[in-house]
């Protein structure tokens, strides 16, 4: 009860009825509290039977469904013995799966990001990386992998989205009710919430900490809006991305710092450490601090274990994507904290610089991920290849080819995104042993043997549910807009079910160029006005609230809607999340995207339709580069035509209606007496057969763990034995190097005379190079000879390397030498490098120094 209201003279009290379930229907409150239902079919149609359209206007949230659950419905629920019998199925199937006990002894990885897509109900997320973290979870869960993952409780999330009459984009925020989300408090041994603090200058702001199960992952989660805390710092966790620069500082100390005190307060100590995106990454600050204060280490020890056991990844393309600051900001709210590093200012800052002493650099997160990270990846070939160039000039003395950074390519968890008619043909085709072994190939080629009337008859059922919804959806938002009841009826009653559906869904950046469609609005015309080959595109997505080219996109597809030649054939969905999404990568015949050649990192969405028997027709850029199969959908050229985007522009475009009038329509209206086109089939099980192996969670995270967390984890128990021997052994070998590598002097150099004479093709490249060694051993050092052909006045090609061998050593003086066999001709330019050589180092750029003889 809270305080008196009055109404009109009339004297009223408040009272709170708290929900309760009878005992008989405790299992569902249990299911509800763990977001293993989620993506368990038999769990999700449980809940939904309780109530269909209420479950969806509750936003699909189970809690929230129980909470207004009558005591006449539960009542009736617990009448129902198939119900009852379907409860307590799932519940016995859901404690099976938690006490599962793990295969073998694992690290304990603590995973961090700024936000996570676990469901529609639960607003951690805004778009492409949250949901990629929330699949990755999942799979984890699945796979019974030790690891833990650390966040931050968002009261209002990311923004909700409506339009106006005229297009505009409206953001619209609502608060969570805590009580319906399927969080609970952390507490420490005595019963107590943990509350961790992080100090912003001269003030200290509190975070307690919340746990949200998702399936066997904890997800801890900090949250700042409590009564310890002045309002300005009560909001730094209530929107995602929300308010200005400063304000993301805030965020990302909280996430980095105060994460692991987070950790440290509930006494874990994970093995290994995953930044996922470069927000967390004062993560390692703190965790030097504590190796410095609590485990006594040297600052270079403390600096070598902690970056020995943390693996960065970057999703951003383009340098202007990762977050940075002013110097003057990070002053403010980190000086203070140097003192606890043993650092001068001058040395924080340059974790986040390539040019230490350029105080006109900002301070960049993704290059202070790198600087205390042994290991970091792209999330596709592609973009593997991009970052190397990207974060080049933080290793200057090596080719980009040559760089550490390497790259797991994204994948999507395929419990939550399949269909469940898939799912079940799947499972009655693919037999037994395919759930533990998704990557399997011999079990997806299985769908060549499905009959087409069997694959086509599950294609229409998802293609009729999606335009069903479309239809109710489009009809409720035009209404409240305020449109012509006329005009919402001839919209609504165009949109036809035997029409091939192109679907266009994701974040509304400008580089994406939504409106790339549109560049012939006539030539457009004609293919969604063919009365006997009909086509609809549909489109959804949200524009960051700063991002005005994005909205004006939006604005410009949703009037041009509205044009007689569109209406019905063209139409913007509203509000983009997660059940929609379900909807559209499940019942569109294809799955198009176009973004500006290479700024796309991966790209999920288009994997979760291959999932579902959806082609996709993209540029080869991000997976697509990888994914792409001729005759398993179409594909745009991976590099420009011309340098001018507008002239790309046009000739993507034509391409696009060229391909769609040339192959992809006749190939769909391709049909027999039974209404299948043969052709077209051929694609959707090429599709399913050829490409969705490679892009199941399983697999990513399978990559994760072979290419990085093993490796991790195998060497950073070496340094940790015996009390950091090994540890102590490196950062010693490494300071002794580092004091004699400007000394050490080259006495003589033999090479070919290529400056007079050129080298026949098939005769020997033979060269020798003498050093004095001063101090150091001829095993501390590699020499090496390294080929390029010149690209541009700015820009080498590596061709390849070739270390020297040691040929002979007399005291200080040693000589190494080579013999080549060159296998092409051509011009070339070489040159012989040194570079430190020991073997703990994990690669050439974990101990950069270099010197070009």
Partial sequence: MVGNLTQNGAKLKRIFIEPTLPDGLSPLRDLAHNLWWSWNHEAIELFRSIDPQQFEALNFNPLALLDELSIEKAQELLNNSDFTARMKRVFAEFNAYIAEAPAKKQPQTAYFCMEYGLHQSVRLYSGGLGILAGDYLKEVSDRNVNLIAVGLLYRYGYFQQSLSLHGEQIHQLEAAKFTQLPVQPVRNSHGEWIKIHVNFGDRTVWAKLWVLQVGRVPLYLLDTDIDDNIWEDRSITHQLYGGDNENRLRQEILLGIGGVRALKAMHLEPDLYHLNEGHAAFLGLERLRNYLKTK????????????????????????????????????????????ALDLSWEQFVAFGRVKADDANERFSMSHLALHTSVEANGVSRLHGAVSQKMFNDLYPEYNHAESHVGYVTNSVHFPTWIAPEWLALYRKTFGKGFWEDQTNRKFWSKINAVPDATIMDIRRTLKKRLLDWVRRSLHDDLMRRGENPRSIFEITNAIRDNALVIGFARRFATYKRATLLFSNEKRLAEIVNNAERPVLFLFAGKAHPADKGGQEFIRFIYNTTKNPDFKGKVIFLENYGMEMAKLLVQGVDI??????????????????????GVMNFSVLDGWWCEGYRPGAGWALPEHDTYADPT?????????????????????????????????????????????????????????????????????????????????????????????????????DLQAPDTFN?????????????????????????????VFFR???????????????????QKGALATYSCSITPQTAGVFEYGFRLFPKHPLLAHRQDFGLVRWL
């Fill in 647 to 747: 002239l790309q522009n046009e000739l993507d475009a034509e391409t696009i209606y060229n391909t769609l009038e040339s192959d992809i329509i006749p190939t769909y209206y391709d049909q027999n007496a039974a209404g299948i086109s043969e052709r077209w089939v051929r694609h959707i099980k090429n599709t399913i057969a050829d490409i969705a192996p490679d892009f199941v969670m399983k697999r990513m995270l399978d990559d994760y763990q072979e290419r990085y967390y093993d490796r991790l984890w195998a060497r950073s128990g070496r340094l940790k034995k015996n009390q950091f021997h090994a540890l102590h052994e490196l950062v010693e070998w490494k300071s002794r190097v580092r004091r004699a590598w400007d000394a050490i002097e080259l006495t």
């Fill in 591 to 612: 799955w198009l995207n176009t973004p500006t050649r290479p700024k796309e990192a991966s790209g999920t969405s288009g994997m979760k339709a291959v999932l579902n």
């Fill in 296 to 339: 006594q280490l040297p600052y270079e020890q403390a600096l070598e274990i902690v970056r020995a056991t943390q693996l960065f990844t970057t999703h951003t393309p383009v340098p202007a994507g990762h977050d940075s600051f002013p110097e003057s900001l990070l002053r403010e709210y980190l000086f203070d904290y140097t003192y």
């Fill in 757 to 785: 004479r050129s080298l026949p093709l098939g005769a020997n490249f033979e060269a020798g190079v003498t050093l004095h060694l001063q101090t150091l051993s001829s095993s501390d050092l590699g020499v090496e000879v």
């Fill in 790 to 808: 010149r690209r541009s006045e700015t820009e080498l090609d590596l061709i390849g390397t070739h270390e020297l061998e040691l040929d002979h």
